[in-house]
């Protein structure tokens, strides 16, 4: 189900009531013009929701990845000869902002905080 859809159906529950005779009554399913009103509340709602969500910018505070650098030549300081032939290499690249240093570098917390994450309107999953 989508969020749309989950919406409309919070508003329906929540109009649900037990009537005089102790039986369950839905004004919903009295009025046609209702339902229409609760489905385009329901519409409105789940595009305000999702562009909220995608105006957010995120940061990233806990990470954990492998990196693999490629084999190549890195060129070291001195004559344009002097190069290192390097292997693969596997390795963690761990974040932590809650004060754990990370096994990388130094830096990674605090490049950590002036990362990005967003979530673009087309990765938006449909609505209803």
Known sequence: MGLET???KAFEN???YIDNDGKEANPLDE???GKAKVKQLAEDLSIAI???IVAQTFSITDLEATIQLPPGAIQ???SPAAQTNVVPVIGNAVVKE???PSNQ???ASLKSKTSKV???KQNVAELV
């Open 50 to 52: 999702k562009d909220f």
């Open 105 to 107: 570098s130094p830096q």
């Open 6 to 8: 989950n919406i409309y």
């Open 118 to 120: 967003v979530l673009k």
């Open 76 to 78: 070291t300081v001195g």
């Open 31 to 33: 009025s046609k013009k």
């Open 98 to 100: 809650a004060g754990a």
């Open 14 to 16: 929540n109009l649900k």
